[in-house]
């Protein structure tokens, strides 16, 4: 689907099927991720964030490894992994579970709770914080900054408080790395600071990126695939019956609910390198392409009966976590806080209803992101 891209020559093209959305994704001769490499002169940077190039806005993640191409990003990739193993993460699990424990302690006995702002929002957001070494007492500040940042930089609009934010967040995050150098603890800052291969490491201003993207992409992702995975629950009883009855296979219904409504509409935005033709159509050299994960998600030539939840689908073709050399890097840690969220829930809770009209819960849309701004 194409469509006009402001003053420019190019065209912005929404990508939907399966098979072209992971061509996209995977082919590194024909798309890349930053557009200032096909025309010096293009318009798309700013076209995605209506600023100009000494904004703040656009320094903003500017070296983090969703907006690098091969091979600056295989360099930095390499180095972060070294420290963000599927070991590592699995050994999170013990404190993942403490803090969903604590959450629902806190509104056990009230009766009722707000799934989004009591459940779905606090768990990762503390996951990640305590993993990236933020202390307890700075974490309101941090949500907040987070909050006006996305909610800004999601429709383009970048004003005094966006602004403000953006520079406070950073400050911060530079001071907490400085004292992290000063007094190393158990966390994954210090981790990155000390990681090195082959006499390479992180620059400074490589990890003030990686830091703000882990905030970022570690947070309101997660928080929607619980808030809206268990309003797809309610919605669909059966559904919610069979995990009741047996809990072994929350880790599989993750995955669907995953394919059914992914947290990420659509992967990051990607630039023709060439005149092409995709899913026969014509694509010229520095058009746009959003790959639209929801939609490749529910294409009916890979997933039978694709508009139907079904939590014993046997499935992991979905790409809701991207694919290629993007694809997340935090899924492993995704899906253990979502195996963990649901299986709590589930046990502590298993009565749940929900508070309002079906007709009144309300989404929001925040950096190409679909999700529930409040769920009684
Ligand atoms: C990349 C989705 C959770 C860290 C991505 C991408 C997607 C995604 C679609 C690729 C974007 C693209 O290709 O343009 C999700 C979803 C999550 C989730 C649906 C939760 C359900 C997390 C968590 C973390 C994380 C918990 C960190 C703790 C990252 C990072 C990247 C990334 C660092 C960039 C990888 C790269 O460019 O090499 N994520 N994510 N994500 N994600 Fe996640």
Redesign the pocket.
């Known amino acids: 689907i194409p469509m006009p891209m402001g003053d420019s020559d190019n065209q912005t093209w929404i990508v939907t099927h399966m098979e072209d959305v992971k061509k996209v994704?995977k082919d590194q001769t024909n798309f890349c991720?930053d557009p200032t490499t096909i025309n010096k002169n293009s318009d798309t940077k700013q076209f995605l964030t209506n600023s100009s190039e000494e904004d703040s806005s656009n320094l903003f993640l500017a070296s983090s490894?969703?907006a690098l191409d091969e091979p600056d990003?295989r360099r930095l990739?390499r180095l972060v992994s070294k420290a963000f193993t599927p070991r590592y993460m699995e050994s999170l699990r013990p404190r993942v579970q403490e803090i969903a424990d604590d959450l629902l302690d806190q509104v056990q006995d009230k009766g009722e709770m707000d799934i989004v702002l009591d459940y779905a929002y606090k768990l990762?957001i503390n996951v990640?914080s305590d993993?990236i070494g933020v202390p307890k007492s700075d974490r309101e500040q941090i949500y907040e900054w987070s909050e006006a940042i996305a909610n800004g930089l999601g429709v383009g609009r970048i004003d005094n408080e966006v602004s403000e934010s953006l520079e406070a967040f950073s400050n911060y995050f530079t001071q907490l790395i400085e004292k992290k150098r000063q007094q190393p603890s158990d966390d994954l800052i210090s981790e990155l600071i000390t990681i090195e291969e082959e006499g390479d490491k992180l620059t400074e201003k490589e990890l003030l990126s990686m830091v703000q993207?882990?905030i970022f992409?570690?947070h309101e992702?997660?928080s929607n695939?619980i808030s809206t995975g268990t309003l797809i629950l309610l919605d669909h009883p059966d559904q919610l019956e069979i995990l009741k009855n047996d809990q072994s296979i929350i880790p599989s219904a993750v995955e669907e609910l995953?394919r059914f409504h992914?947290?990420?509409t659509t992967?990051?935005p990607r630039y023709a390198k060439e005149d092409l033709e995709l899913g026969g159509q014509q694509i010229n050299k520095g058009d746009v392409l959003f790959p639209l994960?929801k939609s490749a998600n529910r294409d009916e030539n890979v997933f039978i009966n694709s508009e139907d939840v079904d939590v014993t689908r046997d499935i992991k073709r979905h790409v809701?976590?991207?694919q290629g050399?993007?694809?997340?890097?935090?899924?492993p840690?995704?899906r253990i806080?979502?195996d963990i969220a649901f299986t709590t829930l589930l046990k502590r809770m298993p009565n749940l209803k929900l508070n309002i009209p079906r007709k009144e819960v309300k989404w929001q849309f925040k950096l190409a992101a679909q999700g529930l701004s409040s769920l009684p």
């Open positions: 994704l991720v490894l969703n990003h990739r990762p990640i993993m993207l882990l992409a570690g992702t997660t695939l995953l992914g947290p990420s992967a990051g994960l809701a976590f991207g050399i993007h694809m997340c890097l935090g899924a840690l995704a806080e979502g």
